[in-house]
C-alpha cells in the first residue's frame, strides 16, 4: 500500500475528523497512555510560566493530556488537518491554550516560533514524510535542556509485537472505521505504523538530530511492544556539531 503524505493524508483526517473521538475512545488506555507520556516529560509541577508545544494535536486529545498535566502551562496546539482542529477548538479550553493550523514542517511560516520549554508530539511522525527535517525544526525551536516525548506507535521490532497490531487492525480497527467511511485513513494507519521505525531505531534518529538523554519507554496493556514514549532533552551543544 502507498502511505498518505501531505494533502492527501490532511484531507483524510477532515474526512475521518466527526468519527474520530468516537473511535479513540474504544482503545482502552488510549486517554491514559497520553497522560502518561505528558508526564514523561519531567516538567515542574503545573507548569507554570512555561510554554508547550503540542505538535500534532489533532482533535485536541493529546491537548487534553498536557492540561491535565500541566495545568498552568501555555500551550500551542498545531495540527495540518482544518477539520481535526475544528473539533480540537470546539472543545472548552482556558485562555492559555491557542490552536494553529500548519503542516508540522512549517510552522514559522505559520508564526509558530520558540523557545518553547517542551514539544510534545502524539502519534505524529510516522505521518511526516521528512522526520528528520521535522526533528531538526522542533530542536531549534526548543530552548537549551528543553524537553521532547514523542508519543508514537514504534513497534518494538519483535515478531510477536508486529502480529498483534495487525491482528488488530484488521480484526478490529480496519471493519469499524470502514464503517465510517474512513478505511482508507486506517489503512494507512495500520502499514505506516508496520513501514516506521522500531522505537530503538526512532531513538537513534532522535539522538542524531542533536538530542540527549534519549530513552524509549514502553506503554502497558495491550499496546505493549507496540506504542512507546521517546524522551529526550535539547543537548547544550547545537545539532550536528559533532560535540
Known sequence: MTLLRDAELAAAFDHAAHSYDTLVAANPGY?????????????????????????????????????SVLPAAGITAVDASPG???RARAKAWDDRVDFVCA???????????GPFDAVFAAYLFRNVADPDAVLASVHGMLAPHGRLAVHEYALSGRRAHRAVWSAVCRGVVLPVATAFG?????????H??????????????????????????????????ITHTVVARRAAAPAGSGR
Open 84 to 86: 481535526m482542529l475544528a
Open 31 to 67: 486517554h491514559a497512555h497520553l497522560r502518561r507520556s505528558a508526564r514523561r516529560l519531567g516538567l515542574p509541577a503545573s507548569g507554570a510560566g512555561l510554554r508547550v508545544l503540542d505538535l500534532g494535536c489533532g482533535t485536541g486529545a493529546s491537548t487534553a493530556a498536557l492540561r
Open 192 to 225: 505506516s505504523v508496520v513501514a516506521f521505525d522500531t522505537a530503538d531505531a526512532f531513538a537513534q534518529r532522535v539522538r542524531r538530530a542533536g538530542f540527549d538523554r534519549v530513552r524509549a519507554l514502553p506503554l502497558p496493556g495491550w499496546q505493549t511492544g
Open 103 to 113: 503542516p508540522a514542517e512549517s510552522l514559522a511560516e505559520a508564526g509558530v516560533r
Open 182 to 190: 474512513d478505511g482508507d485513513l486506517y489503512r494507512h494507519l495500520w
